[in-house]
């Protein structure tokens, strides 16, 4: 198995956090968590974002950059 690709760190980490927390609906529009906190807080996001590949990391996996 190879490494896990930045793009894949990123599809695996939106995953975690829709998994995580529920879909918001305001009006007719629903919102993904991931999507929310990419878009309203990138600072949180990138962190939590390192969180999550340093937790990969420690349970064994390549991440590429890390």
Known sequence: MGAITDQDLTDM?????DDCYPVVKIGES???????????DPISYRIGRNDYADS???????????
């Open 56 to 66: 990969l990391v420690e349970d064994g996996y390549q991440v590429e950059g890390y």
């Open 13 to 17: 980490y939106d995953e975690m956090l």
């Open 30 to 40: 629903e919102f993904h968590p991931s999507t929310i906190l990419k878009e309203c």
